[in-house]
Structure formats: C-alpha cells, structure tokens
C-alpha cells in the first residue's frame, strides 16, 4: 500500500480537484491511504476568524467564518453536490464555539477552529470522489491521532496511534485497490480536544500514516516538478532534483526551505519508506525521490527567509556571556516556543537572528533585558546555501550588505539587508 498527500493547492479549483480524481484513477490497482489539506487558503482565512475572537470581535468573527462557509458550499456544489448539508455539523461545531468568550489560552482556541478547514476539504473531496466512483472511506483523523495538548504544536501519542492505526485503518484496506480519505494536521488529545501539528504538518501526518502501515511509499503531489534547489518563486533559475537523502531534506527543511516539513523525514527514515515528490499537473513526470542513498553531485541549494530580527544582546558591565547566561537565553527561547534561526557568540555579546514574530520577539527582548542591553533590527534576510561556491554566493549577496556571516564545508549563511 501508499500513501498520498495533496497539499491545499491540489484541490483549491473545481478543475483541480477533479484533477485529484484524475490522479487517483491512474492508481486504482494500489491500495491508498490518502491525506488532504484545506483548500487553497483556508487555514490563513481561519487563523484570521481566531484571531477576531480572541480579540472579543465576535461579530468579525462571525462574518468571516461566514465567507468560508459560503466558499466551501459553493466549491461543493461546483463540483455537483446539490445538497451540502453534510457540512452543517463542521460549521456548528465552530460557530458554537464563536458564540462564547475566549477563557482559556490562544492556542486553543486556534486548534478547535482552525482544524475545520481539513475537515471541510477532505468532507467535500471524499464525497465527490464517490459520486465520480472513485471509492473510499472518509476518515476523522481525530479518532485515530492521539496527540498531547501542547496546541498548535502538538506531539504524537504513538502507541495509542499505532493501536488506532492497527484496529481502524488497516482493516479499511484490506481489500486490495481500497482507499481510505482523510485530514493533514490535525489531532485530539485524550479528551476528544482538536490539536494541529504545526503549519504545513500534512506532510506529517501523512508519514505517520506511512510509518504505522509499513506503506512502500508515501507521495507528496505539489505544484512543482518535484524538490528543486531553490523555491522557483525566489530564484528564476530554480533547477530540478532527481535524487535527494533524507539528511540533505532534513537539512534544508532545517534553514527554512518550506517544500517538506521538517518533521516528516524520521518516520520515513526509521522505516527506510522512500518519499516522492510529484507533480499533480503532470503526473506523468518523474518527480523526486528522497531516501536512505547516498547522493553525489547536488548542485547548490538555496534557501532564502525574508523578514529575519537581528537581536543583539550585550552584557551591560563586559562580564562574558557565560554559560549560565546562554542557558538562561534558550530557556527563554523554549518558553516561548522560538528557534533561533542563527545564532554567534562573542565575549560579552550573543547574537540571534529569528524570524519577525511581533509577540515573541518583543517577549523575548522583554525577558532578555533583565541581564543584557537589547538591540534589535529589523528587514533583514538570512541566505542559507548548501554545497556553496564562492562565485555563486557573491552573486546571489550582489549589492546587500553582510551583517553576518557563518561557514561550514557544506554549509554557508549570510544575514543580508534586503
Ligand atoms: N526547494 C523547493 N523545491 C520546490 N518547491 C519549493 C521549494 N521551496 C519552496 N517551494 C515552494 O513550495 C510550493 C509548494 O508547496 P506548498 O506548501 O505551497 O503546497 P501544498 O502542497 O499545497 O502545501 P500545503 O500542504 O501547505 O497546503 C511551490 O509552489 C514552491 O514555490
Ligand atoms: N492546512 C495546513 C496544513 C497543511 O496544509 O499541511 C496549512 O496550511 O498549514
């Protein structure tokens, strides 16, 4: 068996989603667990209705939740379901809770809402899919991932999973060509309380699913030929890549390279599940495969992050940035839940760069000046290249200037201006 996920872009049309059913069709001999996300844009649209009613705007909160509604029926009967009913208890399920005051923290809040985008999509899909005789199971996820209830990042419970993956999915396909539909992202904790993985965590989800079914493959479908060396919408000369290992994926999803999550290589990996990127507009093409064999001759690979904070923190009498002060700063980080995305120590200075998050970068300056003076700077863009030269990396710097720069043999980053 395999398992496939479709990101948001593969089913934010009516063409596309039929394009899904296209797919689907070419690999009716194979037995199928098949992940989806939101559609489109969805789950920006829900973070915005979470954010109005944390800010007590019930009645903006509302009447965004209203446009998703409206956008998700109409995609529905778009693709020729007239009665969209079955979506009613997904939308009560929000509204119930739009309808309250915020009395517990953001995160969960976020969780409980943001999580109806998955469950919308995969609602719709499953249900078109049927009627266009592609046959599957739709699945709630929340049934079978267990997670903690650190919300908006939370961790896997992989025995209970794995006994749900045992007694629920597996006998769903069982027969050979069957499929089963069902949610990226999102979880429940113990008391049935919706929990997500992490933005972009479909790709996640979709290697536990490959992992608890010892599946031969799991197939990323995006809308790229396959892993290039740089996301094609930053650098023109974007080229493809036919092989990749795991540790160069985990690498650059590591420096920001936002084509696979981070989090989905290990439990590939510790199974030696070979991972497929494709394309859904041309199936046909070759794509990536990224696993265990070692990969010579990778051309560069480039990561740009936009709006970097370069936080420079000085000692205020020059005693040295010790170890008892570093400690302190990432115990600060792991409160807040932000990773510094590089970081350089120097006698009575310590320099992070991270990326332009409002709260936690004034939080952690707030907390960071009880022992340092504090500066920040802001429109900064950290370059990561892998595998770097020297020509191409005074190209690619061109007219900016260096803030900051770092080097291994594999490895190079520079903090640039723009
Ligand atoms: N190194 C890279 N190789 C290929 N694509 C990349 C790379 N870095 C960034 N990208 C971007 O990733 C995009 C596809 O991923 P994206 O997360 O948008 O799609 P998705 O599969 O719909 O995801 P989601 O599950 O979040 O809905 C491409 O359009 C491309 O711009
Ligand atoms: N829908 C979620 C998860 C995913 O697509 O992987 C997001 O946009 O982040």
């Known amino acids: ?41 969805t789950t920006n649209a829900l973070e915005k209705v979470v954010e109005a009613f944390y800010r007590k705007d019930k009645e903006e909160a509302l009447r965004l939740f209203e446009g998703i509604k409206e956008s998700h029926r109409a995609a529905a009967a778009d693709l020729g379901l007239a009665d969209t009913s079955f979506l009613n208890d997904f939308f009560t399920e929000v509204e119930w809770l739009l309808h309250d005051n915020p009395v517990r923290d953001f995160d969960y809040y976020y969780d409980q809402v943001v999580c109806v985008g998955e469950l919308l999509s995969t609602a719709i899909v499953s249900r078109f899919l049927n009627e266009q005789g592609v046959a599957n199971t739709w699945l709630d996820v929340r049934d079978i991932i267990r997670t903690d209830d650190n919300f908006r990042d939370a961790r896997i419970d992989w025995e209970y999973t ?207 000046a009880q022992y340092f003076d504090v500066q920040l700077r802001r429109n900064l863009t950290l370059l990561t290249v892998r595998h770097h030269n020297d020509e191409l990396v005074s190209r690619l710097c061109g007219d900016s200037g260096i803030i900051l720069k770092q080097q291994t043999p594999e490895t190079l980053q520079v903090l640039l201006t723009q």
């Open 1 to 41: 068996m395999n398992v496939f996920k479709f990101g948001g872009a593969s089913v934010s049309t009516t063409e596309r989603v039929h394009n899904v059913a296209g797919i689907l069709r070419r690999y009716a001999s194979d037995t199928l667990l098949v992940v989806i996300s939101a559609m489109g844009k």
């Open 162 to 368: 794995a006994q749900r993956v045992r007694d629920t999915v597996r006998p769903l396909l069982a027969a050979p060509g069957a499929i089963v539909l069902t949610q990226g992202f999102i979880g429940a904790t113990d008391g049935n309380e919706s929990t997500t993985l992490g933005r972009e965590g479909s790709d996640f989800t979709a290697a536990i699913f490959a992992n608890l079914l010892e599946a031969e493959g799991q197939t990323i479908w995006k809308d790229v030929q396959g892993v290039m060396n740089a996301d094609p919408k930053q650098y023109e000369g974007a080229q493809w890549i036919r092989e990749l290992n795991y540790r160069e994926v985990i690498e650059m999803a590591y420096y920001g390279a936002q084509v696979i999550h981070p989090k989905t290589i290990k439990p590939l990996q510790n199974k030696g599940i070979p991972l497929y990127v494709k394309s859904f507009l041309d199936p046909e093409a070759e794509g990536t495969i990224i696993h265990n064999s070692q990969v010579n001759g990778l051309p560069p690979i480039i990561v740009y992050k936009r709006s970097q904070v370069l936080v420079e923190l000085s000692s205020r009498d020059f005693s040295f940035v010790g170890e008892g002060l570093t400690a302190e700063l990432y115990r600060i980080f792991e409160t807040l839940k932000f990773r510094p995305n590089l970081t350089q120590n120097g006698a009575v200075s310590f320099l992070c760069v991270v990326d332009d998050h409002a709260e936690k970068v004034d939080a952690l300056a707030h907390h960071a």
